[in-house]
């Protein structure tokens, strides 16, 4: 069983990162494989609205030539074969960041374009947002939107997704924050047995 794990941050190794990793050494701790794939930064065009994902129906992107090394497929593929995702973003003048929103915009479509289930269904699913100060709510809201759309499971803490931190690190001064995501993870982690244990 495995959970594929996106950080929405350019900062490869920044506090989005720190924060993914948290909950992902939670699943690790039960026996569940993990996987953190980087979205920020690479090169995930946005949706153009061709359709085409509606005509082939087998839930990839056929809108972009595969000379323009756009990533989503690869990324819709490890979707696919996983149990669990989960979608991290840095706060961006109040809102996910542009490669998170094509992820999420995206993986929607492609999943919800079969013509029969969705291909995310029943994924056990979280977001997670870090913050400085303001707009985490709207982060989430974000994320949120793509799993209440797709059918998913979504497991939650004592408290918002969120911790709060400027520079490299600074979150794990956040304590509260930082106990709050271990707990989702146990979390995510006894419904994913629960479910496909
Ligand atoms: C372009 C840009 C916009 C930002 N906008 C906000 C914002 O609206 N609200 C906020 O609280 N923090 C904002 N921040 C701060 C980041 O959310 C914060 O530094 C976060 O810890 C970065 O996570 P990372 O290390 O994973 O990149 C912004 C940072 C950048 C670079």
Same mark, same amino acid.
Request: net charge neutral.
């Given at each position: 069983m495995k959970v594929t794990a996106f950080n929405g941050s350019p900062r490869k190794n920044g506090n989005t990162s720190i924060a993914i990793n948290i909950l992902l050494e939670q699943l690790e701790k039960e026996g569940i494989e993990t996987e953190m794939v980087q979205v920020g930064g690479m090169n995930i065009n946005p949706c153009k609205a061709c359709d085409k994902c509606r005509k082939v129906k087998? %839930?990839?992107?056929? %809108?972009?030539?595969v000379d323009k090394k756009d990533i989503l497929n690869d990324y819709l593929k490890k979707i696919y074969e996983s149990k669990g995702l989960i979608i991290g973003s840095p706060v961006y003048f109040g809102s996910v960041t542009p490669e998170t929103k094509s992820l999420i915009d995206r993986v929607g479509y492609c999943a919800r374009s079969? %013509?029969?289930?969705? /291909? /995310?269904?029943r994924k056990v699913c979280s977001g997670v947002a870090v913050v400085r100060r303001q707009g985490a709510g709207t982060t989430l809201e974000q994320i949120n939107n793509l799993f209440a759309l797709c059918e998913v499971i979504v497991p939650y803490s004592s408290y918002w997704n969120m911790v709060m931190g400027k520079e490299k690190g600074e979150i794990l001064n956040d304590k509260e924050g930082i106990n709050n995501l271990k707990n989702l993870g146990n979390n995510m982690a006894w419904l994913l047995k629960k479910l496909y244990g």
């Open positions: 087998d %839930g990839f992107c056929h %809108g972009y030539k079969t %013509g029969m289930d969705n /291909l /995310l269904k």
